[in-house]
């Protein structure tokens, strides 16, 4: 099932297929600073159809294994992308239909600051738990 986005200004429109109605929380350092908070995905089955402004789509790459892509005009931060491990997914703010989102999963637990938490029975994993669960780019390449 196809669900429709945008970036803040509307510049930039999308549309993206879930793996599931699963949002991430992840409170690793870089997260915290691109957001001002923690970052909540979707992970996705693939990269979005853009159905308006694909050209103001700007890509930093952010670490060894990931990229961060957001709005030229208004700075939304739109997707996260993990090439290495197989991973796309859209920043949960950014789609029209949020309200059948459930909280899933929280990584970077242990970096996670004292000034906010969540409730409910999900999962939460340290750093050391999520890298551990990815594996190595060694053994992605090898699949």
């Known amino acids: 099932m196809k669900i429709p986005g945008k970036c803040l200004c509307g510049a930039i429109q999308f549309s993206v297929v879930p793996k599931a109605f699963h ?38 790459k952010s670490s060894e294994w990931g990229e961060r892509c957001f709005c030229s005009t208004c700075g939304t931060n739109l997707f996260h992308n993990s090439p290495s491990f197989g991973y796309f997914g859209v920043s949960a703010g950014a789609l029209d239909e949020q309200d059948k989102l459930t909280l899933e999963q929280e990584i970077y637990i242990d970096q996670k600051p004292n000034y906010y938490s969540f409730q409910g029975d999900h999962k939460r994993l340290t750093e050391a738990e999520f890298l551990a669960s990815l594996g190595s780019n060694d053994e992605k390449e090898k699949e």
């Open 23 to 60: 949002s991430h929380g992840c409170h690793c350092s870089m997260c915290r600073r691109q957001s001002g908070s923690l970052t909540l995905t979707v992970s996705c089955q693939g990269p979005p159809e853009f159905e308006k402004g694909k050209d103001l789509l700007t890509t930093f």
